[in-house]
């Protein structure tokens, strides 16, 4: 669970080719006025610890940064923030160690790697990652080592540049970051497609290079090669996001507060240009249809990694439409099934390789009827608990 903090909602300082945000800013929903008050009271309603979120936040003046951090820190002990890192100065990092800040930065790599990540042109564009990459480097000297988000996509994941996107990572483990977590590109325009998108096996290839990478590594790890191992044992009480059945009407795994206080959804679940209304309550429909929708109708019916998967993000829809699966079926089929592997070598045994497993889809199935969303591994345990009392009674 998080809560994203958006004074500014989606302005931002670059111009990110393929940005999920970008259909509000073609819309012109870019908010230029906030008021921290009711930020404040509106977070303290949601009673979480906040990440301050964009567009780019540190576009905000210092003095208003500070306010909220001061604030995180009060009533928080801390708070986070993204941020592409172009703006960060010695000021920022220090009010980062003053108030507890958790600094996460959403860059592809260095030089040509990042040239996506537009700043109007390529000199500019070089010239922001540059600021970038010494960002990072001065956090990491000062002890407040970041966390990454790599989008991966044919600037940056294919033939030498994947090589030299893996030998940056090795640089940022050298450095001393511990974390970096790994986004396929969402594809929102046929413009982005054309000129970034990696297709399944290349995205595939990519994925594998670097789970590959990280069994090198110092202490860097990805997010998602031991979550998927992890899923795959029915333990998704602390999985990311994309893994816990996400209802897009809700997005309860991320709270918005906008810069008046109003509540919004996670923006990968905003197609149209606007922020969709918070809806009540949460419901599971979307699984619901995905479990009994065939494959080649956009469902997942039969998939025997479905209650690992779950479809993933709604925000990634084949067609850009939450009640179909992930467009990332395939890329995540294989990465399963290699996760599946590893642990069946191990000695251990997945769920989605026994034959039982039926009985788990059914008891989430009716759980997500009824509107809840558990963690798999405890209804599994459930099951577990009132077989062992059916054979006490025997």
Not at 280 to 290: F, G, N
Request: with cysteine; hydrophobic share 40%; charged share 25%.
């Amino acid at each position: 669970m998080s809560v994203e903090l958006r004074p500014l909602g989606v302005r931002c300082n670059l111009g990110c080719a393929y940005c999920y945000q970008n259909p509000q800013r073609d819309a012109g929903n870019v908010a230029n006025r906030y008021d921290l008050e009711a930020m404040k009271q509106a977070i303290l309603a949601e009673g979480e610890p906040f990440t301050l979120f964009g567009g780019e936040p540190l576009l905000l003046p210092m003095d208003d940064l500070e306010a909220l951090w001061a604030f995180g820190l009060e009533h928080f002990g801390g708070s986070s923030v993204q941020t592409n890192a172009t703006l960060i100065t010695d000021r920022h990092i220090q009010l980062f160690e003053r108030y507890q800040v958790d600094v996460g930065v959403s860059v592809d790599g260095p030089r040509e790697l990042n040239d996506v990540r537009w700043a109007g042109s390529l000199e500019s564009t070089r010239e922001a990652t540059e600021r970038s990459m010494e960002a990072i480097e001065r956090l990491c000297a000062a002890g407040q080592a970041p966390s990454l988000i790599v989008t991966l996509h044919r600037g940056n994941a294919v033939g030498e540049r994947l090589e030299s996107l893996c030998t940056w990572l090795r640089d940022m483990d050298a450095l001393g970051i511990e974390r970096a977590r790994i986004h396929l590109l969402e594809v929102d325009s046929p413009d982005v497609a054309g000129r970034l998108e990696l297709d399944a096996e290349e995205n595939i290839t990519a994925m594998v290079a670097l789970a590959e990478l990280e069994e090198e590594m110092c202490g860097l790890e990805f997010d998602v090669f031991r979550e998927l191992e992890e899923l795959l044992l029915a333990d998704d009480k602390e999985a990311t996001c994309v893994w816990r059945a996400c209802d897009p009407g809700t997005t309860s795994a991320v709270r918005g507060v906008e810069g008046f206080g109003q509540r919004s959804n996670c923006g990968r679940t905003n197609k149209d240009g606007a922020d969709l209304v918070k809806a009540d309550r949460p419901t599971h429909l979307r699984q619901l249809a995905l479990y009994h929708t065939p494959q080649e109708h956009g469902g997942c019916k039969g998939c025997r990694f479905f209650l690992a998967c779950k479809g993933q993000c709604p925000g990634t829809g084949i067609d850009g439409d939450w009640r179909n699966r992930t467009v990332h079926c395939a890329e995540w089929k294989a990465l399963f099934r290699r996760a599946e592997e590893r642990l069946l070598d191990s000695g251990l045994f997945p769920v989605s390789a026994q034959p039982n497993r039926v009985y788990l889809e059914e008891e989430m199935l009716a759980a997500w009827a009824r509107g809840e969303n558990p963690a798999m591994g405890d209804v599994l345990a459930s099951m577990q608990a009132n077989e062992a009392a059916r054979e006490v009674d025997r």
